[in-house]
């Protein structure tokens, strides 16, 4: 059983004879008791800090395993995340490529397709273009020989009046009254004379109405002649 500091105090020795003077061993026991308490104070300190040290020893061991737990489950969660990252960055990757594959071969089955149909349209124009162009030449060679031929028809009729005006007929026709009077008929003749005076102001005074008759009847006569062309070449 452990001494306690009471045990020291109440402690009592026999008196005998030539024995160790008593007040001198009292206070000696006193000085030893509060020693004595003093160490056991500082020993009962001691196993409390010695005990809460343990305990958080215990606690930082316990933390520790934790720690080193957490550390692997860390470390294996890290390695199967990192696994299953790689499969699917590879099945992403294989994906997108499949993917860029496919759009790749429908983008090329559609430029084949548009180049298809480009050339059958520009073949189609082309054939188009050229059967336009045969058409519109042998539309250009027909109205050329119709025109050849209205040329020769026009210039045929013409020089047919031409030489109808020329005969010697008109100028039986057109020369003057009074060349048909004698010189015996001097009345006849001062009447025409006096007639042609008037008739000379009248052409006078009339000149620009007959001239405007006159070109109306050239247009007249340019139409007949255009619209005989038209028959012709129908």
């Known amino acids: 059983m452990a001494l306690t500091p009471l045990d020291i105090q109440n402690k009592s020795f026999q008196t005998k004879m030539r024995g160790y003077e008593k007040d001198e061993v009292d206070d000696f026991l006193d000085l030893i008791v509060r020693d004595y308490e003093d160490a056991v104070q500082k020993n009962r300190e001691l196993e409390k800090a010695l005990k809460h040290a343990e305990e958080k020893l215990e606690y930082f061991n316990e ?24 499969k699917e960055s590879e099945v992403i990757v294989t994906s997108a490529q499949n993917k860029a594959n496919e759009m790749v071969a429908k983008a090329e089955k559609r430029a084949d397709s548009l180049t298809r149909a480009a050339e059958e349209k520009a073949k189609e124009i082309l054939t188009e273009a050229t059967e336009n162009a045969r058409q519109l030449a042998v539309e250009t060679n027909d109205l050329k020989k119709k025109t050849r031929v209205f040329h020769n028809s026009l210039s045929l009729m013409l020089e ?25 008929h001097q009345v006849i003749r001062e009447v025409l004379a006096k007639e042609l005076d008037n008739e000379n102001e009248s052409e006078v005074n009339s000149s620009q109405v007959t001239d405007n008759e006159t070109d109306y009847t050239v247009l007249e006569a340019n139409e007949k002649v255009v619209h005989v062309s038209d028959n012709e070449n129908n």
């Open 63 to 86: 933390l520790k395993d934790a720690l080193n737990q957490s550390i692997i489950v860390a470390q294996d969660t890290a390695d199967k995340v990192k696994t299953s990252a790689s």
């Open 160 to 184: 047919t009046q031409l030489n109808q005006v020329k005969s010697p007929e008109w100028e039986e026709i057109l020369a003057p009254f009074s060349s048909y009077v004698q010189d015996s």
